[in-house]
């Protein structure tokens, strides 16, 4: 049955009282001693209880068809059907002349999320309008704030007025305008509106924000998520910069929106000025398409269109970019940008995970030309080389396996061939790393095996004039290669601390050659007969860690001893070496096994690594690590000691029976101080061979790093001379949101920089601002200098812009 409330006014003495002159009825505040008494206000049934001072008013369910208008009047939608309203006030009153009733004094209104604060509310039953006056605040659930001198709706909610209104948004935007009306449920129109993304000062709250728009009229059109001024100015600390007929942006509560995207510029001496605009098409939550086109002063029109999709288990794009080049010449000569006319490139890339345990991937670059996606910057791919694969990978606890195929595209200015046929096609690369969960004679057993599939056109041969230091990073043709290996580990601790760790090792290696002119000058492999290779190694492992505590810190003192025991290995020289070609020695692989890096060479014969761990953890904070060694080389062949097709051992300090010493140290401060150094010394005279030093800093302040960096002349690598080269950052708030920044790196050896960096940026909650110049040497020609100028402008909420200018290269 639905209930009017003006059938059920309980007319028990002391439940109300009646003004003669008004004609209105008052509920009044109820002693203690009466019973929860009936009262009418508003619309539908709602009861009041004692509390003190003011008159608490809950609508229960089974309301009458008013609440469900008034909560759109007041609130803006319709609430819940099992909605209830509790309204607080420090008196009710309703006039029978009026038809209205009112909730007067401090009145707190809470009804499905909504929070509505006024002086007083009322309801004209007749007019079916809905007044709240004095200081109105109303609370969204998305966390909106509205304030407003008075707001007055009808009851349908889709016309009203509300005088002297702000808005602040979850987003921490604001809006303020002289009066603002509702139009047609749909339109909010500001008038006089202002619009800023900054927040209020705190010291001067009536000091204008540091960026606004201003605007004669500010439509807020809640269908089309879109803000839109009319009349506007853009305003800089109060002062107009801009002066716009027509403006519009996203609301800000919309995370993605159609619409054009702001535009962006650039500049550069074969392009010209260019001017970019893109339009975005949202067209699902999980799919949208990006138009864009930019016009370049001397090449013309190019197109660009970007199509991105997200699905329950992945997400993959599409980019594709064209254009038809106006003039050729305005490029150096004997390059790809002048040869070709016609230009463009499709890239592509995704992941998706097959199950909670599988994964596969892709990414592609497919272009007209070896430099076209450079020189345009229309992909992500800008730099000289991009890897081009394809992936399937799975983990589970302890078993990882990983398959894929790929190709390394090499981006050049001229159209050379050679270069590029030099770089591996590699299908398929295959690893698979398993531990076995069961213990296995008290100790742990792991397997691992890796397949490589390689196939390269033409040699890559550096130094091929010199003998000593000439190294075949690759031969052309075809090999491929595959091993496995099983180790089996074990962990003692006796009674005494001793840590004990004995270990079993064995690698077999299959290898099968088709490669171009064995035996020649550009191929000293001498057959195509498919090779085999089988390594045994076993290990012994002793630590003793010590422990000590005093009043400023916690110490460990590790001192470690290994020996392993293999044999020699085998084939050196006449296997290619793929994978094992970077040799550094230093405390990260002091300790190791086998200190080659990869699959295609194997530490052989016997030796020993002894050396000690040091670790500090101070009580108020921080701590220091070190760690340091020599390794010593006991029987058998010498495997750095011998010439691979790369050289890579020779002249790593581990070609001798003693090697070099290794030591590396590290601090950390609570006061934001970072220091590392390690370094290797020679192991008869402590001369210096290789030192990387260190330290960087931290503070809201102050920012910045310097690194120094030391490699001792390695003719067999045709490094004739030492290499000394120090690197510097830095980055200093000077005031607030101020900083400045900047970064050089200096070349010892020839004194003369490689590259430097300075800026300015600045950032706060609402606007962010950067400019930088920057200015890099090309390698082995110092003279030549590649200059450009940046900038970046940021409006939170409206969008970002950048540009950056390609200075014409400089000669020193």
């Known amino acids: 049955m639905r209930l009017d409330w003006l059938s059920i006014i309980d007319l028990r003495t002391g439940l109300y009282t009646r003004d003669t002159n008004s004609r209105a009825y008052f509920c009044d505040y109820f002693s203690p001693a009466k019973t929860v008494a009936a009262c009418a206000m508003f619309v539908g049934v709602i009861f009041a209880s004692p509390q003190s001072g003011k008159q ?8 009458s068809a008013n609440a469900q208008n008034v909560s759109k009047e007041l609130l803006g939608r319709q609430a819940s059907p099992n909605a209830q309203m509790l309204l607080e006030a420090d008196q009710l009153q309703y006039d029978n002349v009026n038809n209205s009733v009112s909730a007067i004094g401090n009145v707190q209104i809470a009804y499905d999320g909504y929070t509505l604060v006024a002086g007083q509310v009322t309801y004209n039953h007749g007019s079916g309008r809905v007044i709240a006056q004095g200081n109105v605040v109303i609370v969204e659930p998305n966390g909106n704030r509205i304030f407003a001198e008075e707001i007055d709706i009808t009851d349908n909610f889709s016309d009203g007025f509300v005088s002297a209104m702000q808005v602040q948004t979850a987003e921490n935007t604001r809006f303020a305008a ?84 702001i535009p962006s510029s650039t500049f550069s001496e074969h392009l010209g000025f260019g001017i970019s605009t893109a339009y975005f098409f949202n067209l699902a939550p999980n799919y949208d398409l990006t138009l864009s086109s930019t016009y370049y002063t001397r090449q013309g029109f190019l197109g660009m269109a970007e199509w991105r999709h997200r699905t329950e288990n992945g997400a993959y794009n599409l980019t594709a970019v064209g254009i038809e080049q106006e003039d050729n010449d305005a490029f150096d000569p004997g390059t790809y ?45 800008t730099g000289s080389e991009v890897t081009n694969n394809v992936y399937l990978t799975g983990l589970n606890d302890k078993n ?36 076995f969960e069961a213990p296995v004679a008290n100790g742990q057993l792991s397997y691992n095996f890796n397949m490589i599939g ?42 005494t601390g001793l840590m004990i760790t004995p270990s079993l090792h ?126 010593f080389h006991l029987a058998g062949t010498n495997s750095f000691a011998q010439r691979d097709l790369v050289n890579a051992g020779i002249e790593s300090g581990l070609e001798t029976k003693r090697s070099d010493y290794v030591a590396s140290a590290q601090v950390n401060a609570v006061s934001g101080v970072s220091l590392r150094t390690g370094a290797r010394f020679d192991e008869k005279t402590l001369e210096v061979r290789r030192t990387d030093v260190g330290m960087t800093y931290a503070s809201p302040a102050l920012a910045g790093g310097v690194n120094y960096s030391f490699i001792d002349a390695q003719p067999n690598y045709g490094f004739t001379t030492d290499r000394h080269e120090v690197t510097t950052t830095g980055s200093v708030k000077f005031r607030d949101y101020w ?66 200018h390609n200075l014409e290269n400089g000669v020193e």
């Open 337 to 381: 940008d002048r040869l070709a006319s016609t230009r463009y490139a499709f890239q592509t890339s995704g992941k998706f995970a097959i199950n909670s345990r599988w994964a596969f991937g892709w990414r592609y670059l497919l272009q007209s030309d070896r430099n076209f996606a450079r020189t345009y910057v229309v992909t992500s791919e």
């Open 454 to 495: 390689i196939d390269r056109h033409n040699d890559d041969i550096v130094n091929a004039s010199k003998p000593s230091s000439k190294r075949y990073y690759g031969i052309a043709g075809e090999h491929s290669r595959a091993s496995a290996n099983l180790e089996w580990k074990a962990n003692h601790i006796t009674d």
């Open 506 to 631: 064995g690698q077999v290696d299959g290898l099968w050659l088709n490669k171009e002119n064995p035996a020649s000058s550009t191929n000293p492999l001498l057959t195509n007969e498919s090779l085999y290779r089988a390594m045994p190694t076993a290990g012994f492992e002793i630590r003793y860690p010590l422990v000590a505590q005093n009043g400023f810190a916690s110490h460990i003192l590790e001192p470690i001893g290994q020996i392993f025991a293999s044999t020699n290995e085998s084939h050196i020289g006449q296997l290619p070496n793929e994978d094992a070609q970077s040799m550094v020695f230093d405390t990260t692989n002091l300790f190791s096994r086998n200190k080659f890096s990869g699959y295609d060479r194997i530490e052989g014969g016997v030796r020993a690594n002894v050396g000690f761990r040091y670790s500090a953890n101070f009580v108020g904070g921080g701590g220091l690590d070190i760690v340091g060694g020599q390794s």
């Open 56 to 63: 608490s008013l809950t609508i229960f369910d089974g309301i």
């Open 400 to 435: 990882y396996f990983n398959v894929r195929a790929q190709k390394i595209l090499l981006q050049e200015l001229t159209p050379d061939e050679s270069r590029q046929g030099e770089q591996a096609a590699v299908l398929p690369l295959v690893d698979h790393n398993y531990v």
């Open 739 to 804: 900083r400045a920044f900047g970064a050089v790196t200096y070349d010892l050896e020839t004194s003369s920089i490689v590259s430097d960096s300075i800026g300015l940026a600045y950032d706060d909650s609402c606007f962010s601002f950067s400019v930088a110049y920057k200015e890099n040497r090309q390698e082995f020609t110092n003279d030549q200098v590649n200059q450009s100028i940046s900038f970046q402008l940021g409006f939170r909420t409206i969008g970002n812009y950048g540009y950056k």
């Open 178 to 261: 002289d009066s603002a009306e509702r139009v047609s449920g749909n339109l909010t129109i500001l008038n006089n509106g202002v619009y800023t993304a900054c927040e209020v000062c705190k010291e001067d709250p009536l000091k204008p924000p540091l960026w606004q728009i201003r605007a004669r009229k500010v439509t807020i059109d809640k269908n089309a998520q879109r803000i839109s001024y009319e009349k506007a100015s853009f305003e800089l600390y109060g002062k107009p910069i801009a002066y716009l007929p027509y403006f519009s942006h996203a609301d800000p509560s919309i995370k993605r929106k159609s619409g054009f995207l």
